[in-house]
């Protein structure tokens, strides 16, 4: 089964800094999706970004970006500039594409994200 | 329009009652599914639909039961509630997996 381990229950940052969630993840697909989740208080679900696998490029979305390493399984969130609006939890997700999308997502246990004004 | 609809919001209920969950989207989606998030905010999938049939049944105990009239559709029935019920409740949908949307989610406080 697929495993998804976020090492950092809890980050802060000063506002208009850069900060980096760590996420790893366990899994003997070649070929899947990740996913970067914020969970605002509004505890709303909202999707940051998206990383395809076989892509080799990391994506990006505007202040958002990733650093994928398939090898070492890692993905990781880096966002920029950091603003109050990003105080949220962060949940890294996966999916696997063999189940041809009705296995859903596994998530980590989320990352608590404060920006210290 | 919201996407992915999930009515109530908040559920106060007592212990051995049933409730239900309801949920709609209008994305056209072909996958609905229902998490649940514990009291230290981990999410875990309980169901899925696809063209309404039950793809995963994770080890959820079987006083929970989705019902799915159709493809727009996905409810939660739980039957005999449980203090260890309580929980926030999130529907979603996708299409082949490839983009999730999430409902607002629904708090079950189960007293």
């Known amino acids: 089964a697929q495993t998804v381990t976020q090492s950092q229950p809890e980050m802060s940052v000063q506002e208009a800094e850069t900060v980096t969630l760590s996420c790893t993840y366990d899994?003997?697909?070649?070929?899947?999706?990740l996913f970067w989740y914020k969970q605002p208080p509004s505890r709303q679900m909202i999707l940051v970004i998206r990383q395809e696998a076989y892509k080799q490029q990391n994506a990006t979305e505007n202040r958002f970006s990733v650093n994928f390493q398939k090898a070492a399984k890692s993905f990781s969130l880096k966002i920029s500039d950091s603003q109050l609006g990003d105080a949220a939890m962060y949940f890294c997700?996966?999916?696997?594409?063999?189940?041809?999308?009705?296995?859903?997502?596994?998530f980590g246990k989320g990352t608590h994200l404060i920006i210290q004004p | 329009d919201t996407a992915v609809s999930q009515t109530p919001k908040y559920l106060v209920t007592q212990m051995g009652n049933d409730k239900s969950i309801k949920c709609e989207q209008n994305l056209g989606h072909d996958t609905m599914y229902w998490y649940k998030q514990d009291s230290k905010k981990f999410l875990k999938i309980m169901f899925s639909?696809?063209?309404?049939?039950?793809?995963i049944n994770e080890t959820v105990p079987n006083r929970f039961s989705p019902k799915s009239p159709d493809k727009a559709h996905l409810n939660l029935h739980i039957n005999s509630l449980e203090l260890g019920d309580s929980a926030v409740y999130f529907c979603a949908s996708s299409l082949r997996g490839y983009g999730y949307t999430f409902g607002s989610g629904t708090r079950l406080t189960v007293v």
């Open positions: 899994t003997s697909e070649s070929d899947y999706y």
């Open positions: 639909y696809n063209n309404k049939e039950l793809i």
């Open positions: 997700a996966y999916r696997g594409l063999s189940g041809g999308g009705a296995d859903g997502l596994t």
